[in-house]
Structures are given as structure tokens and as C-alpha cells.
């Protein structure tokens, strides 16, 4: 079924705004976007099990990046009896590692526009695997900072990558889903981490809880290397069409997943000389480079343009920077106060007290994030089938206060809950916010979350190196009343974007243009 005003209505609206189902056929047809070619290698064609097996492996990276990131807390008992560091030298290690995973994806993350995801991806678990056997070997604090520094740029890419791999792989109404599996990838390694490392820390010593990181990294390693192919599309047009960002009608029934490609081909379709069979080798699957035409300087200082250029960008960024500097504040406070009176925690109390953000972050992805996509689907069939990333908003603003409580309590008993509330507002918040920079912005999107990720741990990393001082002014009640407040006040910005979200997509429509202009390839090709 042709449908010829799509393309016009596409070029009308702002970026962002799309027809998700088609209100004119005889049953209620979704959209798929972005569309795919015709071409078998092209990943949004891949069969479920080659989309399994890299988002499975991306999501795994993530997870140990965040147990390399947040078990140290777990041998912070052993730091002071055997090497006799201070809470301070911690501190100063903890932030160490988010100023690695701050400035890693500036220097990092343009290299997988020009060489694509599988070579920055496999030196960073090589880099995260050495640091693992350094950790287990470390005898003083500069070591300490020196290896919190290197894992912290081995591990700058893990969030924008697995974000950038949906984005390869799946449609618009099923990115709120994979995003939440990833935030909770995240929340598993920094909750489950713990939980699990507690008891390795009481039973075998904190330096092996190190090499059993280790060999699961290089577990991870190998997997890596033998299964995670090259998610970066490079086009093979047939010289008769070239790709135009557009709406291009390809629409699956809901009930039989069977693509309908249109009769009349309309604006923007783009043409391939692949036939329906794969044109690549598996060494060509998982070749170590990908390369592809174009510079690649301008995606160093880029991102930070397209930070105060964007709304959605700034945002994203506030919302995930500070999620994060709040789990940073109650996981140094928890390593801290936890194990003096009127506390007593042992290691591996400390990991079972992980245990309330898992189950909160595990019931937010269970339930919120298939709910945020339901939710986008319902609103655009009351909008005449089209959606706009605002309508991702609403979920953000429950997720704030529940933030927001999380921050209260003084017995560990409520703290626990707090930490399970935590995790849940975490998901939540962070796959809103993320699902919704993704679907304002996507052919820019590399360097968006560039920008989103270095505002993200330069948050966590000032609170980090801040956080003594600001505990001895304040006090530990205060400190986090305030940040509390902080929290609910971060709830007031999905309400602003719920109100002129839409109207500064129109206003940076004409400067994404310029932006997506300076990506090169099929969708942005990021």
C-alpha cells in the first residue's frame, strides 16, 4: 500500500516526529522505523539470534564495567588493615575512575564512526581484563589511582556503544525495552557485583575477589572475539539511488511480524544490489576494522556543540549525571559508615545491602520499560498514528520523586528499601531520558551520548572528590537531604519538555540538519 503523503508529512514535521501506525488501512498497521533496505546484512534484517548474541555480549560488557567501577567498596575494610589507605585516598580513586570514564569517550568514541563498534570494543576488554590482573596486584595508593584511571577509560565507551548497537539493531517502538535491559545491565553490576564479591572478599580475601573478575573477563574476552559481529551499516548501493534521510513505509502487521513493502516506491527508498542472501563471510563478520570514507576531527569537539545546541542532549545529561552522582554518593557513604557503629556491616553485608537496588532496578525493567513503549504506541493511536518523543516524558516524572525518596532514611533497615526504590527510579529515569534522546535526535546520536556520557561521570567524578569535604561541613543527614532536593527539582525537566519539547525540535530542526549532514552513510551511520 503506497502511501504517498508520508514523505511530505516526514519533511514537515520536526526531527523526531514520525508516523508510527498507519490509521488508514483496513486493520492498524506499525510503522516500522527506520525503515530497513532490502539488503540481508543490513543489522535491523539480522534474525533475532544475531541480534541476541550482540546485544547479550554488549550488555555484558556494561555489566562488568560497573563491577569493576563499584566493588571496591566491598575491600575498602582490607585497603585500611593491609595497605593503610584512607577514606580520602579512596575517594580520590573512586573519582580517578570517573574522570577516566569522562575523558574516554572523548578520545575514544569518534573512533567507531571512522573504524567502527568491534575494534574500540575489543580493546577496551582487553584493557578492562589487564586492569582486573592489576587490581589484584596493587600495593599502594598511587597504584590504586592508577588503575581506578585506566579502567575507567577502558570502560568510557561501554554505555554509548550498547546505546549506538540499539539503535543499530532495533525499531523505535522497541527501543524503551532494550534500553532498560541496559540501564538494568548496569544496575546488576553495580548491585550484583557487590553482592556477590561481599562473600568472596569474607572468604578468599579481597585480592581474589580481583582475579575472579579477571577470569570472567577473560571469559567475556573470548566471546567477544569470536561472536560479536560488526553492527556498523555500510551500504552497497547499486549507483541508481542514493540514501536521503527520510520516512520510508515499510510496516509489519502487529500480529505476524510479516513486512509490506510499498507498491509505489516513494521518496527517500533506498535501493541495494544485494540479493536475499548474506554477501559476507564470517571472517568478513568479524573483521577487526570497518572502516569507512569521511573525517573523523570534527566528532571531537563536536559533541560539545551539539550538548548546548540541543535540548533533549542537555536534558539527557543533567538527568543521567545526576542519577548517577547519587548512586556514587550513597555507595561511598555505604562503604564508609556501613562498617562502623551503630552498623557493624561485615563485606558481605555490605553486598546483601546491594540487594534492595537489584530487586528495585530488576522490577523497573520487568515492568516500566515494556510499559514506556506500550505507553508510545497507545499515545500516537490517540495522535492519528504519529509520535513524538515527548510522549516517553510522562514515566520521568514519577521516576524523580521515587529518586527523591530514595535519598531519606537512617536506619539500615530503611535504607535497604531507599536502595530499592533507587533502583527502581534509576531505570526508570535513565531509560526515559535515553530512550528519548534517541528518538529526538538519532542520525547525531554517536555524538550526543558522547556529550551525555562526560557530563554524566563529571558529575560523579566532582562528587566523588568532593564528597568528604561535603560530608564533614554538612553531615551525612543534611548532605543527603540536599541531595534530595536536588532530585526533586531534576523532576521539574520532563515537565518543561512536555511543554516546549516539541517546539524546540522545530526551533533545532534546521541546526540538526547541519549536524546529521556531517555523519556519514544510511541512518545517520554513527
Same mark, same amino acid.
Given at each position: 500500500?503506497a502511501?504517498?503523503?508520508?514523505s511530505?508529512?516526514?519533511?514537515?514535521?520536526?526531527?523526531?516526529t514520525?508516523?508510527?501506525?498507519d490509521?488508514?488501512?483496513?486493520?492498524?498497521?506499525l510503522?516500522?522505523?527506520?525503515?530497513p533496505s532490502?539488503?540481508?546484512d543490513?543489522?535491523?534484517n539480522?534474525?533475532?539470534?544475531?541480534?541476541?548474541?550482540?546485544?547479550?555480549?554488549?550488555?555484558?560488557?556494561v555489566?562488568?564495567t560497573?563491577?569493576?567501577?563499584d566493588?571496591?567498596?566491598?575491600?575498602?575494610?582490607?585497603?585500611?588493615?593491609?595497605?593503610?589507605?584512607?577514606?580520602?585516598?579512596?575517594n580520590?580513586?573512586?573519582?580517578?575512575?570517573?574522570?577516566?570514564?569522562?575523558? %574516554?569517550?572523548l578520545?575514544?568514541?569518534?573512533? +567507531?564512526?571512522? =573504524? @567502527?563498534? *568491534?575494534?574500540?570494543?575489543?580493546?577496551? &576488554? /582487553?584493557t578492562?581484563?589487564?586492569?582486573?590482573?592489576?587490581w589484584?596486584?596493587?600495593?599502594?595508593a598511587?597504584?590504586?589511582i592508577g588503575?581506578?584511571l585506566?579502567?575507567?577509560?577502558a570502560?568510557?565507551?561501554?554505555?554509548a556503544?550498547v546505546?549506538i548497537?540499539?539503535?543499530?539493531l532495533?525499531?523505535?517502538?522497541?527501543?524503551?525495552?532494550?534500553?532498560?535491559v541496559?540501564?538494568?545491565?548496569?544496575?546488576?553490576?553495580?548491585?550484583? %557485583?557487590p553482592?556477590a564479591?561481599?562473600?568472596? +572478599?569474607?572468604? =578468599? @580475601?579481597? *585480592?581474589w575477589m580481583?582475579w575472579?573478575v &579477571? /577470569?570472567?573477563?577473560?571469559?567475556?574476552?573470548?566471546l567477544?572475539?569470536?561472536?560479536?559481529?560488526?553492527?556498523?551499516?555500510?551500504?552497497?548501493?547499486?549507483?541508481?539511488?542514493?540514501?536521503?534521510p527520510?520516512?520510508?513505509?515499510?510496516m509489519?502487521?502487529?500480529?505476524?511480524g510479516?513486512?509490506?513493502h510499498?507498491?509505489?516506491?516513494?521518496a527517500?527508498?533506498?535501493?541495494?544490489t544485494?540479493?536475499?542472501?548474506?554477501?559476507?563471510?564470517?571472517?568478513?563478520?568479524?573483521a577487526?576494522?570497518?572502516?569507512?570514507? @569521511?573525517?573523523?576531527?570534527q566528532?571531537?569537539?563536536?559533541?560539545?556543540l551539539v550538548l548546548v545546541?540541543?535540548?533533549?542532549?542537555?536534558y539527557?545529561?543533567?538527568?543521567?549525571?545526576?542519577?548517577?552522582?547519587?548512586?556514587?554518593?550513597?555507595?561511598s557513604a555505604?562503604?564508609?559508615?556501613?562498617?562502623?557503629p551503630p552498623y557493624?556491616?561485615s563485606?558481605?553485608?555490605?553486598g546483601?545491602?546491594?540487594?534492595?537496588?537489584?530487586?528495585?532496578?530488576?522490577?523497573?525493567?520487568?515492568l516500566?520499560?515494556?510499559?514506556?513503549?506500550?505507553?508510545?504506541?497507545?499515545?500516537?493511536?490517540r495522535?492519528?498514528?504519529v509520535?513524538?518523543?515527548?510522549?516517553?516524558l510522562w514515566?520521568?516524572?514519577?521516576?524523580?520523586?521515587?529518586?527523591?525518596?530514595?535519598?531519606?532514611?537512617?536506619?539500615w533497615?530503611?535504607?535497604?528499601?531507599?536502595?530499592?526504590l533507587?533502583?527502581?527510579?534509576?531505570?526508570?529515569?535513565?531509560?526515559?531520558?535515553?530512550?528519548?534522546?534517541s528518538?529526538?535526535?538519532?542520525?547525531?546520536?554517536?555524538?550526543?551520548?558522547?556529550?551525555?556520557?562526560?557530563?554524566?561521570?563529571?558529575?560523579?567524578?566532582t562528587?566523588?572528590?568532593?564528597?568528604?569535604?561535603?560530608?564533614?561541613?554538612?553531615?551525612?543527614?543534611?548532605t543527603?537531604?540536599?541531595?534530595?532536593?536536588?532530585a526533586?527539582v531534576?523532576?521539574?525537566?520532563?515537565?518543561?519538555?512536555?511543554?516546549?519539547?516539541?517546539?524546540?525540535?522545530?526551533w533545532?530542526?534546521?541546526?540538526?540538519?547541519?549536524?546529521?549532514?556531517?555523519?556519514?552513510?544510511?541512518?545517520?551511520?554513527?
Amino acid at each position: 500500500m503506497a502511501i504517498p503523503s508520508l514523505s511530505s508529512a516526514a519533511n514537515a514535521s520536526p526531527p523526531g516526529t514520525i508516523l508510527l501506525e498507519d490509521r488508514r488501512a483496513s486493520h492498524t498497521e506499525l510503522i516500522l522505523s527506520p525503515t530497513p533496505s532490502d539488503d540481508p546484512d543490513d543489522p535491523l534484517n539480522w534474525s533475532p539470534l544475531r541480534k541476541g548474541v550482540n546485544f547479550t555480549l554488549t550488555c555484558s560488557y556494561v555489566c562488568f564495567t560497573f563491577v569493576l567501577v563499584d566493588i571496591n567498596s566491598l575491600a575498602y575494610r582490607g585497603y585500611i588493615a593491609e595497605l593503610g589507605l584512607t577514606y580520602a585516598t579512596f575517594n580520590m580513586a573512586a573519582g580517578s575512575n570517573f574522570i577516566g570514564l569522562a575523558l %574516554g569517550c572523548l578520545l575514544f568514541l569518534p573512533c +567507531v564512526h571512522k =573504524l @567502527g563498534r *568491534r575494534p574500540v570494543y575489543l580493546l577496551s &576488554a /582487553i584493557t578492562q581484563f589487564a586492569c582486573a590482573v592489576w587490581w589484584a596486584n596493587f600495593h599502594s595508593a598511587g597504584e590504586l589511582i592508577g588503575v581506578s584511571l585506566l579502567a575507567g577509560l577502558a570502560g568510557s565507551i561501554s554505555e554509548a556503544v550498547v546505546m549506538i548497537t540499539i539503535v543499530d539493531l532495533f525499531f523505535v517502538h522497541q527501543h524503551a525495552r532494550f534500553n532498560g535491559v541496559f540501564v538494568f545491565m548496569q544496575s546488576l553490576g553495580t548491585t550484583g %557485583g557487590p553482592i556477590a564479591c561481599g562473600y568472596i +572478599v569474607v572468604d =578468599l @580475601g579481597w *585480592r581474589w575477589m580481583w582475579w575472579i573478575v &579477571a /577470569i570472567l573477563l577473560g571469559v567475556n574476552l573470548v566471546l567477544v572475539l569470536f561472536f560479536f559481529e560488526e553492527s556498523k551499516y555500510v551500504p552497497s548501493l547499486n549507483g541508481q539511488s542514493t540514501f536521503a534521510p527520510g520516512n520510508e513505509a515499510i510496516m509489519a502487521h502487529p500480529k505476524d511480524g510479516r513486512d509490506t513493502h510499498p507498491a509505489t516506491p516513494i521518496a527517500s527508498q533506498t535501493s541495494t544490489t544485494a540479493p536475499r542472501r548474506s554477501q559476507k563471510s564470517i571472517r568478513q563478520r568479524l573483521a577487526f576494522v570497518t572502516k569507512t570514507p @569521511g573525517p573523523i576531527f570534527q566528532h571531537f569537539y563536536q559533541p560539545l556543540l551539539v550538548l548546548v545546541s540541543f535540548p533533549a542532549v542537555a536534558y539527557t545529561a543533567v538527568t543521567y549525571g545526576t542519577i548517577l552522582a547519587f548512586f556514587s554518593a550513597t555507595s561511598s557513604a555505604g562503604s564508609y559508615f556501613l562498617i562502623y557503629p551503630p552498623y557493624n556491616f561485615s563485606p558481605s553485608a555490605i553486598g546483601l545491602f546491594h540487594l534492595g537496588g537489584f530487586i528495585g532496578a530488576l522490577l523497573a525493567t520487568l515492568l516500566m520499560s515494556p510499559l514506556i513503549d506500550w505507553t508510545i504506541v497507545r499515545l500516537a493511536r490517540r495522535n492519528n498514528g504519529v509520535f513524538e518523543p515527548e510522549m516517553r516524558l510522562w514515566m520521568g516524572i514519577p521516576a524523580a520523586l521515587v529518586n527523591c525518596a530514595a535519598m531519606l532514611g537512617l536506619h539500615w533497615a530503611i535504607l535497604a528499601f531507599a536502595q530499592g526504590l533507587f533502583g527502581f527510579g534509576f531505570i526508570t529515569a535513565a531509560d526515559v531520558a535515553l530512550t528519548y534522546l534517541s528518538d529526538c535526535y538519532p542520525d547525531i546520536l554517536a555524538d550526543a551520548l558522547i556529550a551525555v556520557v562526560f557530563i554524566r561521570n563529571g558529575f560523579a567524578a566532582t562528587i566523588r572528590f568532593a564528597f568528604t569535604d561535603w560530608l564533614e561541613a554538612m553531615g551525612i543527614r543534611d548532605t543527603f537531604i540536599l541531595i534530595g532536593v536536588i532530585a526533586i527539582v531534576s523532576g521539574a525537566l520532563p515537565i518543561a519538555l512536555l511543554i516546549y519539547g516539541k517546539r524546540a525540535r522545530v526551533w533545532t530542526a534546521q541546526r540538526y540538519k547541519v549536524f546529521s549532514g556531517r555523519q556519514w552513510g544510511r541512518r545517520g551511520a554513527v
